[in-house]
Nanobody, 116 residues
Framework: VQLVESGGGLVQAGGSLRLSCAAS????????MGWYRQAPGKQRELVAA????????NYADSVKGRFTISRDNVKNTMYLQMNSLKFEDTAVYYC??????????WGQGTQVTVSS
């Protein structure tokens, strides 16, 4: 599975961005997808995840109420709507997919920079 992220960029604090992650094949074999982020000098952390079947979601406490994860199984695409962005949201955001055979795939990452 190849994953391609898009939608990153520079935004002022309080602004919004929407990230997209397009999968190269049907999400039929994918159990869950998620967004992770890694800021300079920090470990990669889970931001949000969603199952492709039932659509169950979970979020990091730091983004609850501000970010929304969604997926379109017809378009094989996952989204992350990010509102009320904060300086501390600045990071490289990575798309991840885990298949039903527990194989994990990563995108190349997209930079999100929030200016204070």
């Amino acid at each position: 599975v190849q994953l391609v992220e898009s939608g990153g960029g520079l935004v002022q604090a309080g602004g919004s961005l929407r990230l997209s992650c397009a999968a190269s094949r049907s999400t039929f074999s994918i159990y869950s997808m998620g967004w992770y982020r890694q800021a300079p000098g920090k470990q990669r952390e889970l931001v949000a995840a969603i199952t492709t079947g039932g659509g169950s979601t979970n979020y990091a406490d730091s983004v609850k109420g501000r970010f929304t994860i969604s997926r379109d199984n017809v378009k094989n695409t996952m989204y992350l709507q990010m509102n009320s962005l904060k300086f501390e949201d600045t990071a490289v955001y990575y798309c991840n997919a885990v298949t039903i055979l527990s194989m994990s795939y990563w995108g190349q990452g997209t930079q999100v920079t929030v200016s204070s």
